[in-house]
């Protein structure tokens, strides 16, 4: 169903020096308010055709710009609606004053996600497909973008489509076997419909367990370097992200603040801490910095203990790890370019998911951890075939974890002699689910949250 609407503008590209600015109008009256600013127009420029344009200010007709416009009619737009974009030379002013100019002539200025969501109320994409246009643009690695891809594809719309039409299909057994209540033996056994429901909620558990590390993709994995003060974090730091970040010296206690910065490793997006040496200080800032070392390991996904190639991990050390919280925990054999490594025994009861051995002099050892750490933290979508779904929004899991605790609860039910028509209550609820998560059931609320993460002119 198209949604008539006002017309909105908004510049679409980000501000700042560029070659080209792209302002996009929507809504019935976009040609209106091309013809506004370009006077000279006899009539509308062919659809789907780059047509060159003077833009005048509609007050003054004073000359703005020389800029291509491309004219769409709805509903072969991206909106569903009527669309032009005019794409004008860049910069800070210039696009500016074409918004100006396009308000001038009638048009509102578009709210973040507006475009988009104006496309999902025209039944041009679900709602799934939506999040995927901000995950798009917002991606900082190969994997999300795959992910984001997919779902722009429809995969996950597919899959989660596939699982709601099982439900439909159980309703159908149910209301097949609520056709015969007093036959001995009804054309659709409960044991039937029960396994069949129980083969569902594999297949939402399945789906459900991609969420944390799909969520991750998004926001990007805490990866704390953490040892010894002059353990070779802060080298090590600056190697994994190719500049000088981290002041690096051969006095310890030099790094007294958490250092966070954004990388891609292996294709996954990690945010990389480097944090103070970990040992008992009276010296006041660097036991502040100690403070906030922990509390980024408190909440890390990651933890790259750094410990120096040349001996094994205290006991200061392996009493730390029983401290963290169940993540895995990396052994960095760091400076392994000084001498010959000791061996890897270490006290039993240190819980290491890994070891490597590194030297950022030399570069060795370097490939391997980036390597390495994908497959601690991602190790599922790292396994994974490239196409398969993965949720990367909470709101997906919510919905799906609503969906699959419904169909737990009618198979039990079912099983434990609840009447039918009492148990099917919850696949109702399990499809309502899937509805919204897929979009077919419109809650604004829902929609105010998904959009309002998007940028001003998409």
Excluded at 26 to 39: K, N, Q, T
Excluded at 129 to 143: H, T
Excluded at 169 to 179: I, K, S, V, W, Y
Excluded at 337 to 365: I, N, W, Y
Aim: charged share 25%; aromatic share 4%.
């Amino acid at each position: 169903m198209r949604v008539e609407v006002d017309t909105i503008a908004a510049v679409a590209t980000a501000p700042g020096p560029g070659a080209l600015g792209v302002v996009r109008i929507s809504g019935p009256g976009a040609a209106d308010v091309l013809r506004s600013l370009a006077p000279a127009l006899r009539e509308d420029p062919p659809v789907r055709t780059a047509t060159l344009v003077e833009l005048r200010d509609p007050q003054d007709g004073e000359g703005i710009d020389q800029a291509v416009a491309v004219r769409y009619e709805g509903p072969a737009s991206y909106t569903g609606e009527d669309l032009v974009e005019l794409s004008c030379h860049g910069g800070w002013l210039v696009p500016a004053m074409v918004l100006d100019a396009c308000r001038t002539a009638g048009a509102r200025l578009a709210e973040p996600g507006e475009f988009t969501r104006r496309a999902y109320l025209n039944g041009k994409m679900d709602l799934v497909q939506a999040e995927a246009v901000a995950d798009l643009v917002e991606a900082r690695s190969r994997a999300l973008h795959r992910a984001a891809m997919g779902q722009l594809e429809q995969g996950l719309s597919h899959r989660v489509a596939g699982l709601r039409s099982g439900i439909v299909h159980l309703e159908a057994l149910l209301a097949h076997h609520l056709d015969f209540p007093e036959e001995d033996d009804a054309p659709v056994p409960t044991g039937v419909i029960v396994t069949a429901a129980r083969r569902i909620s594999e297949e939402m558990s399945v789906l459900l367990a991609t969420a944390p590390e799909g969520e991750l993709l998004r926001e990007g994995a805490v990866a704390v370097l953490a040892g010894r003060p002059n353990a070779g974090k802060s080298s090590l730091y600056n190697a994994l992200l190719g500049e000088d970040r981290a002041i690096v010296t051969e006095e310890a206690g030099t790094t007294r603040d958490a250092l966070e910065a954004s990388v891609q490793l292996g294709g996954y997006p990690f945010r990389l801490v480097d944090t103070a040496g970990l040992r008992d200080t009276d010296h006041r800032v660097e036991r502040l910095g100690v403070e906030v070392a922990r509390r980024f390991l408190a909440r890390a996904d990651v933890v790259l203990l750094c410990v120096e190639a040349e001996r094994l991990p205290g006991n200061a050390e392996l009493a730390f790890l029983e401290d963290l919280p169940d993540v895995p925990v990396l052994w960095v054999r760091t400076k392994a370019d000084l001498g010959v490594g000791v061996g890897l025994d270490v006290e039993e009861g240190a819980r290491f998911a890994g070891s490597v051995e590194v030297s950022v002099r030399s570069g060795d050892g370097l490939a391997a951890l980036r390597a390495l750490l994908p497959e601690l933290v991602f190790a599922g979508l790292v396994r994974a075939e490239s196409h398969s779904p993965v949720l990367t929004r909470r709101r997906q899991a919510r919905a799906l974890s609503t969906a699959l605790r419904e169909v737990d609860e009618f198979a039990e039910a079912l099983d434990g002699g609840v009447p039918a028509e009492v148990a099917s209550t919850h696949l109702r609820s399990a499809e309502t689910a899937l509805e919204e998560l897929l979009g077919i059931v419109a809650v604004d609320d829902i929609l105010d949250v998904v959009f309002r993460e998007f940028c001003v002119g998409k």
